[in-house]
């Protein structure tokens, strides 16, 4: 028999630490892997309407949950709660030193959303039950007539499931709201007014009428093995339980509303309300995801307007538009760009979607990474068309519904100058391709892929005011000076809701302090009921210019666009201190 030296011997003992080190990391890593995913699972199995829009699940355990709507009483909330506690705790059994550098962005990203969900449970009744933007009514409607997949026979019988739960979850939600109104936390009286008058446009008509019938009756025309018949007698079974059930409990949630003028006032922000300056601050945290202050947040949007203001008053001299004051002159070209025949949505709807097919071809210059599924733009529905802003959905995994950008197209008065960026911002390069690029990346957790804990607003918002500037630095406003003029309005408007928003809640501004600062009245009002989200855009934007200059600095010739945008989207939406951390690292390994 033959025995080994003792330096080859040395090295057996190296490769054998080496190896189970390897296999310890393996092991580790695939447990944390397991745990992620089915934490994450068990997570939206708590919230049927979660498991709807992503189709997180399949076959029976799916379908069960799409016939389900979430029960909105204290004891359900208190266990979302400590399942959120239950999984901080779990996830401390893991040593983080052995997670691959993946794993350890997942590690961070899902400590800091659950440790906010629960700190920010203290303060979930400061955003209002109903309210015309968040408000569980306009969600509900929005659930059924939109999210809620009508692609079979199946499909319709869960949606007529669902809609027979609909009463019970909004007499829960009216439990919650006069519980809040114990405690002094009711609505000011503009958006009691607002939210009456969007239950109206709900309550206008009979049943038949009613968009949670003829919604379905609508969708239900494209399922190509239903007979007319069997769509018929689904929808007039809709239609007897809107009028029977749906329809009495949105009025007594209208009912609670009108019962609270007489107590409300006009006063706007957080601040009137107990508690409310700690649940803006929560808010605040939540949103931009950092510790910045309320006057911090005012003092960074002030050097922003003046900074844009500048750059604007330049171009609009360029174009001849030299009297009266920047907002006098932004209202001239508003009221000058106004379409001149008697309804032009169905026009602009296809110039939006020439902008964002152009945009899509425009991007293969800045971008690698691009994501598969298509995007639509699409009108937002007439019930929350004129209390709701343009937004992005994303598509279905199963492919049944596409990425969606909703334009809110009200009338009479419409955003010609913004058509672009907001089509930047929105779609392409914007929401579409970073949402939609995460959830196609099949190497990151399913929580990360799917949203499971909820938008990281900063780092998507701010991704999406960067897309609109990246246009801008890219020579997409080329030969069109009002677009760039459009994009300039843009970026104030974020900069200006910085002020107006900390203004609001911190300040003690007034509703028409706000509008007089130049905000609509519609957005003043989303403010007001959705604190500190509108601190996130700019925030987000300017911290992601910050840390391309700074790979810009620190790789000189070795710096890429591309591999930026690469590093960025294949991240995903993380909090803004978790996404500097990874850029970090990427230029620690560009300078190896």
Same mark, same amino acid.
């Given at each position: 028999?033959?025995?080994?030296?003792?330096?080859?011997?040395?090295?057996?003992?190296?490769?054998?630490?080496?190896?189970?080190?390897? *296999?310890?990391?393996?092991?580790?890593?695939?447990?944390?892997?397991?745990?992620?995913?089915?934490?994450? @699972?068990?997570?939206? !199995?708590?919230?049927?309407?979660?498991?709807?829009?992503?189709?997180?699940?399949?076959?029976?355990?799916?379908?069960?949950?799409?016939?389900?709507?979430?029960?909105?009483?204290?004891?359900?909330?208190? *266990?979302?709660?400590?399942?959120?506690?239950?999984?901080?705790?779990?996830? +401390?059994?893991?040593?983080?030193?052995?997670?691959?550098?993946?794993?350890?962005?997942?590690?961070?990203?899902?400590?800091?959303?659950?440790?906010?969900?629960?700190?920010?449970?203290?303060?979930?009744?400061?955003?209002?039950?109903?309210?015309?933007?968040?408000?569980?009514?306009?969600?509900?409607?929005?659930?059924? &007539?939109?999210?809620?997949?009508?692609? $079979?026979?199946?499909?319709?019988?869960?949606?007529?499931?669902?809609?027979?739960?609909?009463?019970?979850?909004?007499?829960?939600?009216?439990?919650?709201?006069? *519980?809040?109104?114990?405690?002094?936390?009711?609505?000011?009286?503009?958006?009691?007014? @607002?939210?009456?008058?969007?239950?109206?446009?709900?309550?206008?008509?009979?049943?038949?009428?009613?968009?949670?019938?003829?919604?379905?009756?609508?969708?239900?025309?494209?399922?190509?093995?239903?007979?007319?018949?069997?769509?018929?007698?689904?929808?007039?079974?809709?239609?007897?339980?809107? @009028?029977?059930?749906?329809?009495?409990?949105?009025?007594?949630?209208?009912?609670?509303?009108?019962?609270?003028?007489?107590?409300?006032?006009?006063? *706007?922000?957080?601040?009137?309300?107990? =508690?409310?300056?700690?649940?803006?601050? &929560?808010?605040?945290?939540?949103?931009?995801?950092?510790?910045?202050?309320?006057?911090?947040?005012?003092?960074?949007?002030?050097?922003?307007?003046?900074?844009?203001?500048?750059?604007?008053?330049?171009?609009?001299?360029?174009?001849?538009?030299?009297?009266?004051?920047?907002?006098?002159?932004? $209202?001239?070209?508003?009221?000058?760009?106004?379409?001149?025949?008697?309804?032009?949505?169905?026009?602009?709807?296809?110039?939006?979607?020439?902008?964002?097919?152009?945009?899509?071809?425009?991007?293969?210059?800045?971008?690698?990474? !691009?994501?598969?599924?298509?995007?639509?733009?699409?009108?937002?529905?007439?019930?929350?068309? +004129?209390?709701?802003?343009?937004?992005?959905?994303?598509?279905?995994?199963?492919?049944?519904?596409?990425?969606?950008?909703?334009?809110?197209?009200?009338?009479?008065?419409?955003?010609?100058? =913004?058509?672009?960026?907001?089509?930047?911002?929105?779609?392409?390069?914007?929401?579409?391709?970073?949402?939609?690029?995460?959830?196609?990346?099949?190497?990151?957790?399913?929580?990360?892929?799917?949203?499971?804990?909820?938008?990281?607003?900063?780092?998507?918002?701010?991704?999406?005011?960067?897309?609109?500037?990246?246009?801008?630095?890219?020579?997409?406003?080329?030969?069109?000076?009002?677009? !760039?003029? =459009?994009?300039?309005?843009?970026?104030?408007?974020?900069?200006?809701?910085?002020?107006?928003?900390?203004?609001?809640?911190?300040?003690?501004?007034?509703?028409?302090?706000?509008?007089?600062?130049?905000?609509?009245? @519609?957005?003043?009002?989303?403010?007001?009921?959705?604190?500190?989200?509108?601190?996130?855009?700019?925030?987000?934007?300017?911290?992601?210019?910050?840390?391309?200059?700074?790979?810009?600095?620190?790789?000189?010739?070795?710096?890429?666009?591309?591999?930026?945008?690469?590093?960025?989207? !294949?991240?995903?939406?993380?909090?803004?201190?978790?996404?500097?951390?990874?850029?970090?690292?990427?230029?620690?390994?560009?300078?190896?």
């Amino acid at each position: 028999m033959l025995f080994p030296s003792a330096s080859l011997m040395k090295k057996i003992l190296v490769c054998a630490c080496l190896f189970t080190l390897a *296999a310890r990391l393996v092991a580790a890593g695939q447990t944390f892997d397991q745990f992620l995913d089915s934490f994450s @699972a068990e997570w939206v !199995r708590g919230s049927p309407e979660s498991a709807t829009a992503l189709q997180y699940f399949t076959g029976a355990e799916q379908d069960a949950l799409d016939g389900r709507l979430s029960p909105l009483t204290p004891a359900d909330r208190e *266990a979302r709660v400590s399942l959120a506690k239950r999984g901080l705790a779990e996830l +401390k059994k893991f040593d983080r030193a052995t997670l691959s550098a993946s794993q350890r962005v997942s590690a961070a990203m899902f400590e800091w959303q659950l440790a906010d969900l629960v700190q920010a449970d203290e303060f979930n009744d400061y955003n209002f039950v109903f309210n015309q933007v968040t408000g569980l009514q306009a969600g509900l409607v929005d659930l059924l &007539s939109q999210t809620h997949p009508i692609r $079979n026979r199946r499909d319709i019988e869960n949606y007529l499931a669902r809609l027979g739960q609909a009463a019970r979850q909004m007499d829960e939600g009216l439990a919650q709201a006069k *519980a809040s109104a114990a405690r002094g936390i009711i609505p000011p009286k503009f958006i009691l007014t @607002a939210t009456i008058e969007q239950f109206d446009r709900f309550l206008g008509g009979d049943a038949r009428q009613n968009v949670l019938a003829s919604s379905l009756d609508e969708r239900a025309a494209k399922v190509a093995d239903l007979s007319a018949e069997e769509r018929a007698k689904f929808v007039a079974a809709a239609e007897k339980t809107v @009028a029977e059930s749906v329809i009495p409990a949105f009025r007594r949630a209208q009912a609670l509303l009108q019962s609270q003028l007489p107590q409300s006032t006009d006063d *706007a922000g957080l601040w009137r309300l107990p =508690g409310g300056d700690k649940a803006y601050a &929560s808010a605040l945290r939540t949103y931009t995801t950092t510790d910045f202050t309320a006057e911090q947040i005012h003092e960074l949007g002030l050097a922003e307007v003046a900074r844009i203001e500048g750059e604007m008053d330049g171009l609009f001299r360029e174009l001849g538009y030299t009297e009266g004051s920047l907002r006098e002159r932004l $209202n001239k070209l508003f009221e000058d760009l106004q379409p001149k025949e008697a309804d032009p949505r169905p026009r602009l709807l296809a110039e939006y979607t020439a902008i964002v097919r152009d945009a899509e071809k425009r991007a293969a210059l800045l971008f690698d990474l !691009r994501p598969k599924a298509p995007v639509e733009v699409r009108r937002e529905p007439e019930f929350t068309e +004129k209390n709701v802003a343009p937004h992005y959905t994303l598509p279905a995994p199963d492919g049944s519904r596409p990425g969606i950008f909703w334009v809110s197209l009200p009338g009479p008065k419409f955003g010609i100058i =913004g058509m672009r960026t907001l089509s930047y911002h929105e779609a392409v390069p914007g929401h579409s391709f970073q949402t939609m690029l995460q959830q196609e990346m099949k190497d990151l957790p399913r929580f990360r892929r799917d949203v499971v804990f909820g938008f990281i607003s900063a780092h998507g918002e701010g991704w999406a005011l960067y897309a609109e500037k990246l246009a801008a630095e890219s020579g997409w406003y080329e030969g069109d000076k009002i677009g !760039r003029l =459009g994009q300039l309005n843009s970026a104030l408007f974020r900069a200006k809701r910085l002020v107006v928003d900390t203004g609001l809640h911190a300040k003690h501004w007034t509703r028409q302090q706000a509008i007089d600062y130049g905000m609509p009245v @519609a957005e003043v009002e989303r403010y007001i009921v959705w604190p500190g989200q509108a601190c996130s855009y700019k925030v987000g934007e300017l911290k992601i210019l910050a840390l391309r200059e700074k790979t810009k600095q620190a790789l000189g010739e070795k710096f890429s666009l591309k591999e930026f945008h690469n590093v960025v989207l !294949r991240t995903g939406g993380v909090p803004l201190a978790v996404l500097e951390q990874v850029i970090d690292d990427h230029i620690a390994a560009g300078r190896r």
